[in-house]
């Protein structure tokens, strides 16, 4: 069983950065699980915007912030990051970070989240 936690969310202008962190738990977070950060604006649909591999090697971003986000995790410490720069009024959102199991070829759902976190950009 996987439990996420996030943090880091605030009001910030535009332009500005802010980073978010994912704290996961369980003992095989780390090793066996891939994590996706979302967002959820007030009348949307939530939207994939990034994701990282147990490895840390494979990364993937939505157009929306690529160029402008960047994933990362601290496997040792059950940590994965997203780094927000140049942030805009449409980023304004719940973000939240979940966790895909990782380990063999089937692919599959991301089964476990957090409980999501505020990130409000003013212009």
């Known amino acids: 069983q996987v439990q996420l936690v996030e943090s880091g969310g605030g009001s910030v202008q535009a332009g500005a950065s802010l980073r978010l962190s994912c704290a996961g738990s369980?003992?095989?977070?780390?090793?066996?699980?891939?994590v996706g950060w979302f967002r959820q604006a007030p009348g949307k649909e939530r939207e994939w915007i990034a994701s990282?591999?147990?490895?840390?090697?494979?990364?993937a971003y939505a157009d929306s912030v690529r160029g402008r986000f960047t994933i990362s995790r601290d496997s040792a410490k059950n940590m994965v990051y997203l780094q927000m720069n140049n942030l805009k009024p449409e980023d304004t959102a719940v973000y939240f970070c979940?966790?895909?199991?990782?380990?063999?070829?089937?692919?599959?759902?991301?089964?476990?989240w957090g409980q999501g976190t505020q990130v409000t950009v003013a212009s």
């Open positions: 979940a966790a895909q199991y990782g380990l063999g070829s089937t692919r599959r759902e991301y089964d476990y």
């Open positions: 369980g003992r095989t977070f780390s090793s066996s699980y891939n």
């Open positions: 990282i591999a147990r490895s840390s090697v494979n990364r």
